[in-house]
């Protein structure tokens, strides 16, 4: 983050852009400042040690470091963003230095103390008029009222906005994209190899050149009937015999911006499961085809299930027809969750559900309550495409206790159940006129 690379016209024209949105994010909420502290991590309770830190993200979307606890950006229309750097004099901890660019971007007050940095902060506030807070408050104790600490307007203003990239944000995402392929690959050879769940996890590590703490979302990384758990959080240090099938899902973080990649992999290639695997990555793709400004996630969500549908009866798993498939809610129970989300400072990116920068919502359907992106896409967002397939059995008793429990073919079902399931997930950026697949051209580069 230090290197003279982000010292360059992208960072400043980044932030120019950033300061401008709460420019007129403060004009439309009748705000006159805005203060945006950094945060400070909780110690566990009773303890002296803190989970990994992580900063506010409106404060590392104008600061694309880690290293800023307890710093504090006041943005003013008119004026410089103002950074009061917390440079804390620590034996116990490296203290954070001062990046290049954030000279360049910002007018900057280093303080060693907290106590002195917020009466510099107070003094400089007093008598702005309306001053909002967006963050953390108990890291930054101004006292104001409470209707003035994130007030929803201007926080809905700041979230719309947040969708749609800048050039910087692209690079960034798009390094990120590489840092997980890296991982990607190193976790596949490894479960090509015979490694166990932990020994796959560790060989992520390693090629995506990420320490754990800082990994944009826990890895899942799921062999057999794993793979049928969504968010399956732990690692076998024994590889399961016999082997089946194995569920990556696992991201890279660059400068704080995220990817968020899944890739599934038949132990025998060839098998049913492998055919699945198959064919489910080509109805990915069509849907990442289908991408373009203008169209409305929702309606790729329902595509999605009725291409689902379509799977389940080729693969003789269901005994009707793919529309009374998908009009009775059957594709439900083998995709539970949502076709993908914003991406961006955090893997679930806020904003999915506002129809207009006003913060009014665009309230998911009702068969689709966990759709967390709803929005019409456009131009600059990034976003994920993850259909899947699964074979979780409790959804599966939940079918077969309802009347389209008849139309499974129960046999095919339960040699599937020891593969878990299916997951494809690519990051994709909308284009002027199309679509960019962040992921697979990040594996296209992989020699
Ligand atoms: N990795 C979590 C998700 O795909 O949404
Ligand atoms: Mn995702
Ligand atoms: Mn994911």
Same mark, same amino acid.
Not at 231 to 244: E, K, L
């Given at each position: 983050?230090?290197?003279? +690379?982000?010292?360059?016209?992208?960072?400043?024209?980044?932030? +120019?852009?950033?300061?401008?949105?709460?420019?007129?994010?403060?004009?439309?909420?009748?705000?006159?400042?805005?203060?945006?502290?950094?945060?400070?991590?909780?110690?566990? @309770?009773?303890?002296?040690?803190?989970?990994?830190?992580?900063?506010?993200?409106?404060?590392?979307?104008?600061?694309?470091?880690?290293?800023?606890?307890?710093?504090?950006?006041?943005?003013?229309?008119?004026?410089?963003?103002?950074?009061?750097?917390?440079?804390?004099?620590?034996?116990?901890?490296?203290?954070? =230095?001062?990046?290049?660019?954030?000279?360049?971007?910002?007018?900057?007050?280093?303080?060693?103390?907290?106590?002195?940095?917020?009466?510099?902060?107070?003094?400089?506030?007093?008598?702005?008029?309306?001053?909002?807070?967006?963050?953390?408050?108990?890291?930054?104790?101004?006292?104001?009222?409470?209707?003035?600490?994130?007030?929803?307007?201007?926080?809905?203003?700041?979230?719309?906005?947040?969708? =749609?990239?800048?050039?910087?944000?692209?690079?960034?995402?798009?390094? +990120?994209?590489?840092?997980?392929?890296?991982?990607?690959?190193?976790?596949?050879? =490894?479960?090509?190899?015979?490694?166990?769940?932990?020994?796959?996890?560790?060989?992520?590590?390693?090629?995506?050149?990420?320490?754990?703490?800082?990994?944009?979302?826990?890895?899942?990384?799921?062999?057999?009937?794993?793979?049928?758990?969504?968010?399956?959080?732990?690692?076998?240090?024994?590889?399961?015999?016999? #082997?089946?099938?194995?569920?990556?899902?696992?991201?890279?973080?660059?400068?704080?911006?995220?990817?968020?990649?899944?890739?599934?992999?038949?132990?025998?290639?060839?098998?049913?499961?492998?055919?699945? /695997? +198959?064919?489910?990555?080509?109805?990915?793709?069509?849907?990442?085809?289908?991408?373009?400004?203008?169209?409305?996630?929702?309606?790729?969500?329902?595509?999605?299930?009725?291409?689902?549908?379509? /799977?389940?009866?080729?693969?003789?798993?269901?005994?009707?027809?793919?529309?009374?498939?998908?009009?009775?809610?059957? #594709?439900?129970?083998?995709?539970?969750?949502?076709?993908?989300?914003?991406?961006?400072?955090? =893997?679930?990116?806020?904003?999915?559900?506002?129809?207009?920068?006003?913060?009014?919502?665009?309230?998911?359907?009702?068969?689709?309550?966990?759709?967390?992106?709803?929005?019409?896409?456009?131009?600059?967002?990034?976003?994920?495409?993850?259909?899947?397939?699964? @074979?979780?059995?409790?959804?599966?008793?939940?079918?077969?206790?309802?009347?389209?429990?008849?139309? /499974?073919?129960?046999?095919?079902?339960?040699?599937?159940?020891?593969?878990?399931? /299916?997951?494809?997930?690519?990051?994709?950026?909308?284009?002027?006129?199309?679509?960019?697949?962040?992921?697979?051209?990040?594996?296209?580069?992989?020699?």
């Amino acid at each position: 983050m230090n290197s003279p +690379a982000f010292y360059d016209r992208q960072y400043l024209a980044h932030v +120019a852009a950033v300061t401008d949105q709460w420019e007129r994010a403060l004009v439309g909420d009748q705000a006159d400042a805005a203060v945006i502290p950094a945060g400070v991590a909780a110690m566990y @309770f009773q303890d002296d040690q803190a989970p990994p830190f992580h900063p506010n993200p409106h404060f590392a979307r104008f600061y694309p470091d880690d290293n800023c606890e307890q710093s504090v950006l006041l943005i003013r229309p008119g004026h410089q963003p103002k950074l009061y750097f917390h440079q804390p004099a620590s034996y116990w901890y490296l203290p954070p =230095t001062l990046p290049d660019w954030a000279d360049a971007a910002f007018e900057v007050e280093t303080h060693d103390d907290d106590e002195k940095l917020m009466k510099s902060l107070v003094g400089d506030i007093a008598g702005v008029g309306r001053v909002a807070l967006v963050g953390p408050a108990e890291s930054c104790d101004l006292n104001l009222p409470l209707d003035a600490v994130n007030p929803k307007g201007l926080v809905n203003r700041l979230q719309f906005a947040r969708a =749609t990239k800048t050039d910087f944000e692209l690079a960034r995402m798009r390094e +990120a994209s590489q840092v997980g392929v890296h991982g990607h690959v190193a976790a596949r050879d =490894t479960f090509r190899g015979g490694g166990s769940e932990f020994d796959i996890h560790m060989a992520y590590l390693a090629g995506s050149g990420q320490e754990e703490s800082r990994l944009p979302y826990p890895n899942i990384i799921a062999l057999n009937e794993h793979a049928g758990v969504l968010h399956y959080q732990h690692y076998d240090r024994t590889r399961p015999h016999p #082997t089946h099938s194995f569920l990556i899902d696992a991201g890279g973080r660059s400068s704080g911006y995220h990817s968020d990649i899944t890739r599934t992999y038949s132990a025998n290639p060839g098998d049913a499961f492998d055919e699945l /695997v +198959a064919a489910l990555d080509a109805k990915q793709l069509e849907a990442v085809d289908a991408v373009k400004p203008g169209v409305p996630f929702v309606d790729l969500q329902v595509r999605m299930h009725q291409q689902i549908a379509e /799977v389940l009866v080729e693969f003789d798993i269901l005994r009707c027809s793919p529309e009374s498939a998908y009009d009775r809610s059957i #594709t439900d129970q083998f995709f539970p969750h949502g076709l993908g989300h914003l991406l961006g400072l955090q =893997t679930h990116d806020v904003g999915g559900h506002f129809a207009t920068e006003n913060g009014d919502l665009a309230e998911p359907p009702e068969r689709f309550p966990k759709l967390r992106f709803t929005r019409a896409v456009a131009p600059g967002y990034v976003f994920t495409i993850e259909p899947g397939i699964y @074979f979780i059995p409790s959804l599966l008793k939940e079918l077969s206790d309802s009347d389209g429990g008849r139309d /499974v073919n129960w046999p095919k079902v339960e040699a599937l159940v020891p593969c878990g399931g /299916v997951r494809i997930e690519d990051n994709v950026l909308v284009t002027a006129d199309g679509v960019e697949n962040l992921t697979r051209g990040a594996f296209a580069a992989v020699p």
